[in-house]
């Protein structure tokens, strides 16, 4: 291993950024390296203190060795920090225990350590004076709270430390980032004087009038990221405004962020929110679908990700789906993850009316479903999004659990009573395989032919199939060969006019083995409109021709990269 | 992924480069402009069918750097999650590289003012320094200990919180 030491041979700067991101023990301990390496960690600007308790304690001795790492970690931070040469502009301090019934010990030692709190010590210590990144992560492996009982998406932790920045001065703070931390006390609004340009707070609560003096004071912030965050306000309790927010005054949260470009709101609980951010380009929202009430348009916006999670109420999800939707028409790219495809359904010319608006800018659409309705109702979902995007061009599905209904949720992992399908479907592919290789003049075209779909018929016409629509991506579980992935595939090879690339992931097998050969039918079905004109086995992609009136376009079937 | 490629696509310049080994390497101008260097180059007008001369890197890490530049061009507009995690799966396993690239990466980076992969080589090497005893570290990267054992003692007295390693019982230096 005793290659030439280049390292060494890097310039001071170099080292030094590199050593930035080096917990702090082995920063110091590289001045035991060689002379050459010396005192360069104290120039490295940054602290990162690193304490992980590792679950192998039995509860006696871990509970003692938490308290015992207490002093060990104050007189380690204390020393870094009192020697790094110049100031400090980076503090990470990265804390994690097994078991949030020791944090206290380590956090506060006992009563002969003087029950210094470790946070505040480290916080408040002089050397921060010019601090630009503050990250702090207190987390215990065993603390998700509530919410879990649902299903896996949902699982909101709670914070098990409490901390005030009250009393500091961070005069130039660019990045604060809190994990783990209820009733985050902020400064008051002055000490954070118009450096902030990214906030992040994980896993924990805060008072919203607090919060939002830091907003107000930080004409610079421009990212701001809140996961899993519970917004303490004046107006919390259980029974939450559930209807549309019209105005800021109905909502229960809301937030005003002048400058912010970038919002992450990934929010537990249900009510109202209003937003006030003109500047934004890109938003995520991870939650129940609720009322949302962007309060001054925001022309910027081009990328949009929403991902409800799952509600009981099927008819005021739907609603409040595609009504939150509705502050994000001008968006080019939208990515959408419902629990079920039934949220998106919405039948009745009326209802349509009331609840579907075009994007008119949608170039990217990603949907994601984790369960699905009957094929009917999966259609009408399809055919809603369709109608709404009259100029999208890359359209990407993903069905996962196509085979799971609501009703399978009892024992969702029992494959055995799809055992017999799938035996079947493989016996058709073993037949249709042979036949096709063989003899394929003769084989039977009519045999069990994939249907349409009722709602997506190719009589109704989507502005974006005839113009628009170059990519389809889809993904879904192969349950039967008429299944609603394999009906989708027909369509949209049948129906989108300008489609050059389909790639396809039904499962783990190799896609020439069945969807080519049904494509290959249907165009021995339609063969005025399309005819295959290449395979290629190699790389299991299969290329088409489409006869136009006046044109010729082609396109490519192709296994959707993992 | 349409927004991009027609970016890309609207300035579909190719920018050649030449390693100082003299080895040609080509790249779309949107991945140029990644390079700090290469953008006051191409600003200038001095990218030319001749392609500019790099002198200090040679051509195996420049060709990792054009890799690397096309990648992140492609995908630089309106992220969405997958494809920031794409990405970030690109780059872990980019930077799945031996020492020898690594400085390579890191030294050639820093010259042609790749930020994104400048700090990516960074963290790297901060990974690879993480986690592990001076001796190891020694190891890892072929440094010579000069110092005198009673030197040696000295430092370890000096910075005796750092190497008191976090199992008990105490494992003192």
């Given at each position: 291993m005793a290659a030439d030491d280049r390292l060494s041979d890097l310039p001071d700067d170099l080292l030094c950024r590199i050593l930035h991101f080096v917990p702090v023990r082995e920063a110091a301990s590289t001045?035991?390296?060689s002379r050459r390496w010396?005192?360069?960690?104290?120039?490295?600007g940054a602290v990162n203190l690193v304490e992980h308790v590792n679950n192998d304690e039995t509860p006696e001795t871990a509970e003692l060795f938490c308290s015992r790492r207490h002093g060990a970690f104050l007189r380690a931070a204390d020393a870094a920090l009192a020697s790094s040469?110049?100031?400090?502009t980076r503090l990470a301090v990265d804390v994690e225990v097994?078991?949030?019934?020791w944090i206290g010990k380590f956090l506060n030692g006992d009563e002969t350590a003087g029950n210094t709190d470790v946070l505040d010590a480290v916080v408040s210590h002089?050397?921060?004076?010019?601090?630009?990144e503050l990250h702090l992560r207190v987390v215990a492996s065993d603390h998700s709270v509530y919410g879990s009982l649902m299903e896996e998406e949902v699982r909101w932790n709670i914070g098990i430390y409490s901390l005030s920045?009250?009393?500091?001065?961070?005069?130039?703070?660019r990045a604060l980032d809190i994990t783990?931390?209820?009733?985050l006390d902020l400064p008051?609004?002055?000490?954070?004087?118009?450096?902030?340009?990214t906030l992040t707070l994980r896993h924990g609560d805060v008072e919203l009038t607090r919060l939002q003096r830091v907003i107000d004071a930080s004409?610079?912030?421009?990212t701001l990221h809140f996961e899993s965050v519970f917004f303490i306000t004046d107006?919390?309790?259980?029974?939450?405004?559930?209807?549309?927010?019209?105005?800021?005054?109905?909502?229960c949260v809301h937030l005003r962020c002048p400058a912010a470009t970038s919002l992450v709101l990934e929010l537990d609980r249900s009510g109202g929110i209003g937003i006030d951010s003109p500047k934004l380009c890109s938003f995520r929202y991870k939650g129940l679908p609720r009322p949302l009430y962007l309060?001054?348009?925001?022309?910027?916006?081009?990328v949009v990700s929403l991902h409800f999670i799952h509600q009981m109420e099927e008819d005021t999800t739907r609603v409040n789906f595609w009504r939150f939707t509705h502050n994000f028409t001008d968006v080019k790219i939208l990515k959408l993850v419902v629990h079920?495809?039934?949220?998106?359904a919405v039948a009745g010319k009326a209802s349509r009316a009331e609840l579907l608006r075009a994007?008119?800018?949608?170039?990217r659409l990603l949907l994601e479903a984790l369960e699905m309705p009957t094929v009917k109702k999966s259609a009408v979902a399809i055919a809603n999004l369709l109608r709404c995007c009259?100029?999208?061009r890359d359209l990407t599905l993903k069905l996962i659990r196509?085979?799971?209904?609501?009703?399978?949720?009892?024992?969702?992992?029992?494959k055995s009573r799809f055992q017999p399908d799938f035996d079947n479907s493989i016996d058709h592919f073993k037949r249709r395989t042979s036949n096709a290789s063989l003899n394929n003049e003769n084989?039977?075209?009519?045999?069990?032919e994939v249907s349409d779909i009722p709602a997506l018929s190719r009589r109704r016409s989507f502005t974006c199939l005839q113009s628009s629509l170059r990519k389809v991506n889809l993904k879904f579980?192969?349950?039967?060969?008429?299944?609603f992935g394999v009906q989708l595939v027909k369509f949209f090879a049948q129906?989108?006019?300008?489609?050059?690339e389909m790639c396809i992931d039904?499962?783990?097998?190799?896609?020439h083995d069945h969807m080519n050969l049904n494509v290959e039918r249907w165009v021995g079905a339609d063969s005025t409109k399309i005819s295959l004109k290449r395979k290629n086995f190699a790389e299991s992609s299969w290329e088409f021709s489409r006869v136009l009136p006046g044109s010729t376009t082609r396109f490519t079937v192709l296994p959707l990269e993992r | 992924m349409a927004a991009a490629t027609d970016d890309a696509g609207d300035s579909n310049e190719m920018i050649r480069v030449v390693s100082s080994d003299g080895e040609h390497f080509e790249m779309p101008e949107a991945a140029a402009n990644l390079s700090l260097v290469l953008r006051h180059m191409i600003e200038d007008d001095c990218?030319?069918?001749?392609g500019i001369p790099l002198?200090?890197?040679?051509a195996k890490p420049l060709a990792k750097i054009v890799d690397y530049c096309t990648k992140h061009a492609a995908k630089s507009?309106?992220?969405?999650i997958e494809e920031a995690e794409e990405l970030k799966r690109f780059d872990a396993e980019f930077i799945e590289v031996d020492t020898d690239m690594l400085y390579d990466l890191l030294v050639a980076a820093d010259f042609m003012g790749v930020e994104g992969l400048s700090k990516l080589a960074v963290q790297r090497t901060a990974d690879l320094i993480k986690g592990k005893t001076p001796e190891q570290n020694r190891e890892t990267f072929g440094?010579?200990?000069?110092?005198?054992p009673e030197e040696e003692e000295e430092i370890c007295k000096e910075n005796e919180w750092a190497f008191?390693?976090?199992?008990?019982?105490s494992r003192l230096c």
């Open positions: 001045s035991l390296l010396g005192s360069l960690w104290r120039s490295s040469c110049g100031h400090v097994p078991n949030g019934c002089p050397a921060l004076r010019r601090l630009e920045l009250a009393s500091l001065t961070f005069e130039t703070l783990g931390c209820n009733m008051a609004a002055c000490a954070f004087p118009r450096r902030l340009e004409p610079g912030l421009t107006n919390n309790s259980d029974d939450h405004y559930h209807g549309e927010v019209v105005d800021a005054g109905q909502a309060k001054s348009p925001a022309p910027d916006m081009t079920n495809l039934v949220h998106l994007f008119p800018n949608l170039e009259p100029v999208l196509t085979r799971w209904t609501a009703s399978d949720w009892s024992n969702p992992y029992d084989s039977d075209r009519h045999g069990d579980e192969l349950s039967t060969l008429d299944c129906n989108a006019m300008v489609l050059e039904s499962g783990n097998r190799k896609l | 990218a030319d069918a001749a002198a200090v890197v040679a507009s309106g992220l969405t440094i010579v200990n000069d110092f005198t008191q390693i976090t199992k008990p019982p």
